[in-house]
């Protein structure tokens, strides 16, 4: 039992770190002449002497991600590690029919469109966040590829192996083609990602979610291969397990509590990071204020704002705070408990592709020095804040004066006013997350939510200063 528990977590850490961690080796390529006609297609017998699988130690080197890092290297490239799959078309083997066909029940969880109902105005300014669209439908709206001849098309090292996202009468598809020929098709059911960086896309067979091979990202606008897939070979294979939902989802009904579960529900799901996830499952509470319309006093909902700090950040780390190990299984963390009953928090580094902002943030002395600092003291979950540097200055004047500042003299006060954030918490490039784009590697940016002084931009300072 328990060594079937390690194992569990150690697949979950390689797929879940796979997802992002790792370089999608896609060759910026000539998209047209790779796919419909193969030219120069090797022989089935020289197939091994096509270029070496970029193992991760030749990727990480050459782009310098940190390799002595134990969750990268617990490595997805392991099932890969054999030319012999170049050009080949993986997928999913029979299914295990000793799972049971039970659900896990539905929680009590109800979905944001019930609370619409009581909380209009929430909820409007909720679904323009990129917590609602972190998962979706796949329709024409949400998936931001092009489908379009020729950019429908991504070319791979292997020259007689391509793929093609095409729009059919009952959905978006992702097909491979090996030479010349459509290999395998699979339709394109949940958009995870809200899209300011990219997408990725995973389909159901029956109850059984794998993950797509080709994702995009939006800046360039381009479809690539998925991170973590080598380049030259279509893996239809990847299960997608809890850990991936539980951080772009509200909820998914598992059909098994194991943590290496991929099978879920095709009906029993709410999408998107919404409300339920923060507040509690909403079924007792939507049922007794409509019953009770006089009743002003909430019931059966948590209100996070009046937790301990805490517990309160708690609910952000769930998904905010690197990767960690689960210890129990997905989805059953509840608003209000203390989180380290479910996981192990990782040791160090934030693992997975984005930072790891309450590590972040808990090394800031604003943090350690005030006694209810939170996430919400910048971030307001029910509005899309994103770029409005004055407001989140006006957030630090909660406890700094801008006229109190060093640079008052030099920079003046209403510049300084008007934005504190690009100086004190400046993006940077994720070095952890190489993407692999038609533009060469790209570095999604995120904000440093270590808050401190001496890594603020000095032509900045400057360009203020002589403004002034
Ligand atoms: C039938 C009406 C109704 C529906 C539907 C409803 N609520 Fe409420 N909710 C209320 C009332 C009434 C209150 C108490 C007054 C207030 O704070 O607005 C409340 C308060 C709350 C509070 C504040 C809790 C507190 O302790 O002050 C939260 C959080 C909340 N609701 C979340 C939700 C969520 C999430 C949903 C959807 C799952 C939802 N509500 C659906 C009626 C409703
Ligand atoms: C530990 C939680 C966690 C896990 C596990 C996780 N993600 Fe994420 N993911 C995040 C967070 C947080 C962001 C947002 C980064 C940001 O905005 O700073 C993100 C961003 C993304 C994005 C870019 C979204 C955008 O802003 O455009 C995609 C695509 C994505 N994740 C896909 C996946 C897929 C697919 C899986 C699983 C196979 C997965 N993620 C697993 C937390 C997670
Ligand atoms: C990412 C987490 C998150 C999501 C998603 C979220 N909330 Fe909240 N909500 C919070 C937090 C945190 C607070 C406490 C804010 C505070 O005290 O300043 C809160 C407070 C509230 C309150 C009480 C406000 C008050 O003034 O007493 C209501 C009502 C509420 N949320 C409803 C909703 C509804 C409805 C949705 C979905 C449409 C939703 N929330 C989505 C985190 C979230
Ligand atoms: C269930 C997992 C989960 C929880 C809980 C969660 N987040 Fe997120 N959050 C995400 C993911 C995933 C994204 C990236 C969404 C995307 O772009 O696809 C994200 C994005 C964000 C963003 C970036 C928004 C933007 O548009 O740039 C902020 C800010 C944020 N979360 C704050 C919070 C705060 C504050 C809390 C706690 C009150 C919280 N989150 C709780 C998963 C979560
Ligand atoms: C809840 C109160 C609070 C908020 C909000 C807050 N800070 Fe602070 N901050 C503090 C405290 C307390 C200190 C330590 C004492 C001091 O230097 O004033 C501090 C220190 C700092 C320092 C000096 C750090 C160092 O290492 O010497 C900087 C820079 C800073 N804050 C910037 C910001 C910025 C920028 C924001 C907004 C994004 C912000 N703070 C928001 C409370 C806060
Ligand atoms: C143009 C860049 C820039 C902007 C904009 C800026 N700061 Fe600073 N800030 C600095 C630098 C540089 C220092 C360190 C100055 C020094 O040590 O002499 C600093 C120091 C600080 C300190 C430490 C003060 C101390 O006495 O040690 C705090 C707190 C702070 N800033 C908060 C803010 C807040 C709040 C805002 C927005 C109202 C802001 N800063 C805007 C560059 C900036
Ligand atoms: C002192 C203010 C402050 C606090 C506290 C704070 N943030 Fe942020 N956060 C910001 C600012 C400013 C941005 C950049 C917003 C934008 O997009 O313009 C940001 C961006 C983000 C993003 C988007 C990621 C990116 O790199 O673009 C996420 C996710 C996030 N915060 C999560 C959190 C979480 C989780 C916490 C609590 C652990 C937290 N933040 C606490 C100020 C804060």
Known sequence: MYGAMVAGLVLFLSVAAGQFS?????????????????????????????????LPTSSSSELAIPVNDPVLVMDPWARYASNELLGKVLLPEGS??????????????????????????????FVETSHYHSSQVATADTVMGAFETPSNQVATRVRQLGYRMDTRPDGLYQTVVVDGRDAHAERMDIVVGSGKIGQSYLYWRDDELFQLPISYLTTPDSWMNSPGYPDGMADFKRPVVGGCLQCHS??????????????????????????????????????????????????????????????????????????ASPTRAPFSFRPGEDLNDYIEPPAGRPGIHTNNQMQQLSLSRCFQE?????????????QNERGNDALFAIRC??????????????????????????????????????????????????VDHFIRTGVSDQDLVERLASER
Request: some cysteine.
């Open 397 to 446: 004047q909660q406890c700094h004066e801008a006229a109190d500042h060093p640079l008052e003299s030099t920079v003046g006060a209403t510049a300084l006013g008007e934005n504190c954030t690009s100086c004190h918490m400046p993006k940077s490039p994720l070095l952890e997350t190489p993407l692999r784009s038609s533009e060469g590697v790209v570095f999604p940016e995120m």
């Open 370 to 382: 005030s006694a209810d600092m939170s996430c919400i003291t910048c971030h307001n979950p029910h």
């Open 250 to 323: 509200t909820w998914f009904e598992a059909r098994s509590a194991d943590l290496m579960n991929h099978r879920f529900l095709p009906e029993g799901f709410v999408l998107g990071v919404t409300c339920e996830r923060c507040h509690g499952p909403g079924e007792d509470h939507v049922a007794y204020h409509r019953a009770q319309p006089d009743d002003r006093e909430a019931r059966h909902i948590v209100h996070p704002g009046q937790l301990p700090n805490e517990r309160l950040t708690d609910i952000c780390r769930q998904c905010h705070g690197g990767l």
């Open 22 to 54: 790792f370089l999608s080796d896609r060759q910026p390529a000539s998209v047209e002449a790779g796919l419909s006609e193969p030219v120069d297609a090797p022989a089935e017998s020289e197939s091994v002497q096509t270029p070496t699988l970029p």
């Open 96 to 125: 295990d029919a000793s799972v049971g066909d039970g659900g896990v029940g539905s929680a009590g969880f109800v979905g944001p469109q019930a609370c619409a109902e009581c909380h209009r105005g929430r909820y409007e300014g």
